[in-house]
């Protein structure tokens, strides 16, 4: 009868509403329990929708936040940039990835920043989505390692197991003679003595089986054709770089 197809009909509606219901609060807790910082805005700029963390990194109230641009909460250099990265992620449907400088409390921090299109059950873009995240401490470390490469006068390089160098600092260079360019673009083996290079491949294997490298010596050619003994201290990589 019509009265039962309508019962029928009204308790499918009210399953899917719960269905619904039950989704959009598990997402919410997940929204919630990242350790990232989560927000969307429109077209426009504002933003529509944002986790806690996003406010707490702001320290403002959500009111403060939901329907305010980036202009009504950063300075106007800083906001300007966010808004043309949004432009950009919007007018190409591509994400965008970057390394972003914030001041907190005076204090300069750096954040990890990803912005996607969103877009509606039909695909069309109505804004765009991000998470960001600390990596104050990534960065600092990063640049006080460049420092000391740069200036060190002991010789350092960074190598991959592909048997190439990918990195040198210039006391590497004016030790050997060689341009930066010239030692990365041969293998590491050519430089060493033909009589060392298998006690030198023996040693990288040791490297790639996760045993540090102490006090292996071998002579590494210059570029006027001499050679010099180096002695070399390798950590073993815990991702397949030495």
């Known amino acids: 009868s019509s009265t039962n197809q309508l019962d029928e009909e009204i308790a499918g509606r009210l399953e899917a509403e719960k269905a619904l ?53 950063f300075p106007s250099e800083i906001a300007h940039k966010y808004r043309s990265d949004d432009r950009r992620v919007i007018e190409t449907a591509q994400m965008l990835e970057d390394i972003e400088e914030h001041y ?71 030790s050997l003679g060689y341009h930066n360019d010239e030692l990365l673009a041969r293998p590491m083996i050519e430089f060493v003595h033909p009589d060392d290079r298998t006690a030198t491949r023996e040693s990288m294997e040791q490297l790639r089986q996760g045993i540090d490298l102490v006090g292996f010596e071998n002579r590494y050619r210059c570029k006027d054709g001499t050679y010099r003994w180096l002695s070399w201290t390798c950590p073993a990589p815990a991702d397949r770089e030495v």
Not at 37 to 60: M, T
Not at 158 to 164: E, R, T
């Open 21 to 73: 219901r039950e989704y959009e609060a598990a997402y919410q807790t997940l929204v919630e329990s990242l350790p990232l910082n989560l927000f969307r805005k429109d077209l426009e700029g504002c933003i529509v929708s944002a986790n806690q963390r996003f406010y707490d990194s702001l320290q403002v109230p959500e009111s403060a936040v939901l329907g305010k641009t980036d202009l009504d909460l």
């Open 104 to 174: 907190v409390d005076g204090q300069m921090r750096y954040v990890h920043v990803l912005k996607a299109p969103a877009k509606d059950a039909n695909g069309r873009i109505i804004g765009i989505q991000g998470m960001f995240w600390d990596v104050t401490e990534r960065v600092q470390a990063e640049r006080d390692f460049d420092r000391l490469f740069a200036v060190s006068l002991d010789m350092m390089c960074i190598s991959g197991m592909d048997g190439y160098f990918k990195r040198v600092n210039p006391a590497f260079e004016k």
